[in-house]
């Protein structure tokens, strides 16, 4: 089981907020709405996505990297790892 | 009009493309994926929107910057400034 | 000439105080600071290079980008591209 | 003790290259080089010191918070908040 289960709703309602910003951002495109409008626009969107990976990023440590640290020395080495290169993809993203 | 008409249609594939990515990873949330795949899936994401921003970026410069600077200093100036602040919230989001 | 001369001086005393902030760090790395308190230092720096780099774009786009426009459609689209460029690896690093 | 003395050399070495980096740039600037090419240069010590710091995030998540998951749930709890906080302030600069 992931490890952001108990908050599943909350992820859901922002994701589902995150795909209605795209599609307006779209409908500006469409109706040739000014450009620096829409750079805003995509910024805020840009914005809640990262707010996502964070919240991924502290419910991942929380329990996957916790759970394997005390599991075993290489299952805690192994998840470190795993988790520093999408904090890595993440911070160069 | 907008500076990027030349291109909308282009434009609005890819945000299309992006609200779909977007709703797989609601997706992925709803069937307990794994965090870090979850992860790696919104930074593609993330990545596609700035790659949206940088392209309004550089056509609001070629036309909506380029004719203010043929038409005044003050309107040069003015939208210089604004692309300049658009910039620093695409680099600090 | 550069685009930001005018300011030139305020440039340097902004990299001469970067220049020691860097040397900071490698100070509290020495002293085995903890590793939290480093990198809320490191974020600070990046922090304040990503300021200094804005002011340049801004200065390019004020001086360089604006003088091409009136220059030539041939010198304008070149500086809007190169300057465009420069907003890529500023947005991606 | 910090996380990172393992590999404390190796920090130094690199943050020391940052620090003539820097003082590279402010002579750019002295000697009046293009400002695109002033640009190139601090991207490239952006990504210099967001690698020191993805590095140091690595180190924090293998020592602190293995260790602190091992001691006791408050303090796994604690090290994983603080570590995200300290994430978060990563993504953002």
Do not use: W
């Not at 620096?36 to 996505?49: E, G, N, Y």
């Amino acid at each position: 089981m992931a490890g952001y289960s108990g908050t599943k709703e909350d992820y859901l309602k922002r994701l589902r907020r995150i795909e209605g910003q795209v599609r307006g951002i779209a409908r500006m495109v469409d109706e040739d709405t000014y450009c620096i409008d829409i750079l805003t626009q995509v910024s805020a969107v840009t914005k809640a996505l990262q707010a996502v990976s964070l919240g991924l990023v502290e419910d991942h440590l929380s329990h996957c990297v916790v759970d394997a640290a005390r599991a075993s020395d290489e299952a805690g080495e192994e998840k470190v790892r795993e988790a520093a290169d999408a904090i890595a993809r993440l911070v160069r993203s």
